[in-house]
């Protein structure tokens, strides 16, 4: 449930943010599944880039967990350039299928031989040549760029440092059909794999369709999943304007702003997020303890075959 006394529920704005939330609702009902998606722990607290930036760095902190994405360089074929930082919804849609069917299948190796098309249905995504370029580009940011993830235990800061995407192989454009960027397999590094089966959160699938077009919304959506089961309190957890801009909202120039578009964001979430207990209260939001989007025992894991 979510309580916002803040806002006005005559003006048109609201009228404009219910159509959506309505949109939004029903695209989740028409979206089928019949398995979870996962994505790292650390990935659902901290997230990636929301927009596009000229930095070659890029921080973000939330309570004792930490995270910079670096980006990288890729070979054009005759030189290495820089890439940028990956960003936006693509991204963090690639991350979340190439975490889902690691756990699922138990292997960091991730088979995408069928082709870039099927790769992108199981996504949800349609696409014409020209997002497909643009898909293409985000998957190179992504293959190139390097995370360091660390933490405060209690009792000391532990840190690590993982390139994501161990292996990326050249695969043709489907609509130009021209050699480029693009897999006949995606491998995820080692330690990344490893942290990733200890620390896979279930996300729903239906979800995820329906916020695809957001990154806020997306990054809201699966901190809360990952967030709410470990409320404690009856009377629940509040988080302040303030802090929630420092871990959302860095890119906002004041959080006034970032309020603006945080709201609408939590409110579309709440949507495809029916049992997330979240009031938004004078000064910050409420969190109460909620369940997880799946349940955990619905969450099914491919295990390898014995030899």
Known sequence: YCENPDMDDDSPKTTT??????NTGMVI???????????????????????????????????????MVTAGKRFNGH???DSPLPYGTKPRLVL?????????TQNPVVDVSDGIKP???????????????????????????EMRFAWHTGESVRQAHYSPIESFEAWSDPFTRQASFWPDHIELAGKFFETLCEHAVPLDPRALHALQHSALAMDIYSWLAHRLC?????NGQKLYWKSLKGQF???????????????PA?????????????????????????????KRTNVSVLLPEKT
Request: charged letters at 25%.
């Open 266 to 294: 939590l409110r579309k979430v709440l949507t495809v997020y029916p049992t997330a207990r979240v009031r938004q209260e004078t000064g910050g939001i409420r969190c109460f303890p909620s369940p997880t989007p799946i």
């Open 96 to 104: 979340i299928h190439l975490c889902s069917e690691a756990v699922r």
């Open 119 to 145: 790769f992108l249905d199981e996504m949800g995504l349609k696409m014409n040549g020209r997002s497909y370029r643009l898909f293409k580009d985000q998957m190179a940011y992504l293959a190139c760029a």
């Open 79 to 81: 030189e290495w350039i």
């Open 249 to 263: 909202g860095q890119e906002y120039g004041n959080t006034k702003d970032f309020k603006k578009a945080f709201a």
């Open 230 to 234: 470990r409320v404690r309190t009856d």
């Open 17 to 22: 943010l219910q159509r959506k939330l309505v």
């Open 29 to 67: 009902n028409d979206f089928t599944h019949d398995r979870p998606e996962y994505l790292h722990a650390m990935l659902c607290q901290l997230g990636l880039p929301r927009s596009k930036t000229d930095l070659r760095s890029f921080e973000r902190t939330s309570g004792n967990a930490s995270i």
